[in-house]
């Protein structure tokens, strides 16, 4: 093709997108907008997957067998969304055997905050609600986004989301009303988990390289400082009516802006997580590249019994 | 290491009698009873359906969008086809 063709074709793509027509997997699409959904569409799957390890670690310590059935579903959800979104990645070209290296390598990210521990039952509760929630600011607005198979798994995901923070914030409930130690324990949980929380939801705009693009592709609707704003905004108050404090000494209701204004984000620390230098990066990557490894022989094995079922059906049509 | 890996599905959901199945995304499975195993966890999770049916993805062949024109621009010039083309008087009822 000419560069004047591909130029035009460009020119044709951005406009369907602009008249909010989705685009499918088999269309035509510039090599950067192939690019760019398979490195977010993938690692959004690998945050899914990888986002697992933390609560998994509490779901044979589950006090209750309510809360142990609610934690296992909410786990087998997020299997569920890796799976929705591996399988939409693939219909962009690349194989899941590629995607699954580019994560146990390292060449793929994910998202940083699940490499905070989870060392208290609490932690299950902050999850749900600040991470979940966070994690639903982020989605809503990808139902809509231009690519057609995301937009459809996303729908999914955001339908299955909810209880997620529902079933979190309801064990902060309890833990809140409990005793005084099971009340501390929540407080604990929440300053622990509250800045993760916030740089979850991105690098601030003037650090954030890829937002023009993406926001005219709608792989983003809302700038990341918009987005923590409204997950702020919607937080304190279901914080205050548990009794649990914010552990930011700036946050402060801004009447003029009808906001809360609050204190400085260290983005040191989240680089430093991204980079690969947060208290669970490795711990991470070593159960998934175990769990992958380990599983070798069952792949393998399931794979001769399909061929050995094959052969007979095939010998007994003869 | 393994040698071959499993290969992918196309899941379709008739989510209750009375409605057509739906194609609702894909997975990798060894064979086709797996297959539906891992579509019923994967897809029906919250009895989304009653009916799976699921086909290996090489043996669906698809339209190209490139020739969408040729494929599907015959059809737009045939108005005929539709009721709006006849024409019949105001006074004319249950037509
Ligand atoms: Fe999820
Ligand atoms: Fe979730």
């Known amino acids: ?318 | 290491m393994s040698t071959k890996n499993w290969p992918l599905w196309e899941v379709f959901v008739r989510s209750k009698n009375g409605l057509e199945h739906r194609h609702c995304g894909s997975l990798h499975a060894a064979d086709e009873e797996m297959a539906l195993e891992n579509a019923r966890d994967v897809y029906t999770r919250r009895s989304e359906g009653v009916s799976i049916w699921v086909v290996e993805s090489k043996h669906i062949t698809a339209s190209n969008p490139e020739n969408n024109g040729e494929m599907f621009e015959p059809a737009q010039d045939k108005v005929y086809r539709h009721p709006t083309f006849y024409d019949l008087p105001d006074e004319v009822k249950h037509m």
């Open chain 1, 1 to 318: 093709m000419s560069e004047e063709q591909v130029k035009n074709l460009e020119e044709q793509f951005e406009a369907r997108i602009a008249r909010d027509e989705k685009i499918e997997p088999k269309d035509w699409m510039p090599e950067k907008y192939r690019k760019t959904h398979i490195r977010q569409m993938s690692q959004h799957a690998h945050s899914e997957i990888v986002g697992m390890l933390p609560e998994g670690n509490w779901i044979t310590r589950a006090p209750s067998l309510r809360r142990k059935v609610a934690l296992l579903a909410k786990v087998q959800d997020e299997a569920g969304h890796g799976l929705y979104l591996y399988s939409a990645t693939e219909t962009l070209g690349i194989s899941r055997e590629e995607m699954y290296e580019q994560l146990h390598t390292g060449k793929a990210k994910y998202s940083s905050i699940f490499n905070y521990p989870t060392i208290t039952w609490a932690d299950m509760g902050a999850i749900g609600w600040l991470v979940d929630g966070a994690a639903i600011i982020n989605q809503v607005p990808l139902c809509n986004t231009s690519y057609g198979p995301y937009a459809r798994a996303m729908i999914r995901v955001c339908k299955e989301e909810s209880f997620h923070q529902r079933q979190g914030y309801e064990i902060m409930i309890k833990l809140a009303n409990g005793t005084p130690e099971q009340k501390e324990m929540a407080q604990d949980a929440l300053n622990r988990w509250w800045w993760p929380s916030l740089m979850m939801l991105g690098p601030t705009d003037a650090e954030s390289i890829h937002t023009a693009q993406s926001m005219k592709w709608k792989l983003k609707r809302k700038s990341n400082d918009d987005l923590r704003q409204q997950f702020i905004d919607q937080t304190v108050p279901q914080a205050e009516l548990i009794g649990l404090t914010i552990p930011d000494p700036d946050l402060k209701w801004n009447e003029e802006r009808q906001s809360y204004d609050f204190g400085e984000i260290d983005w040191d620390e989240f680089w430093q997580v991204v980079k690969g230098h947060g208290p669970m990066n490795k711990e991470r990557m070593k159960a998934r590249v175990n769990a992958w490894e380990n599983g070798a022989w069952v792949r393998d094995a399931a794979m001769a019994h399909a061929e050995k079922k094959q052969d007979r059906k095939e010998k007994k049509a003869v």
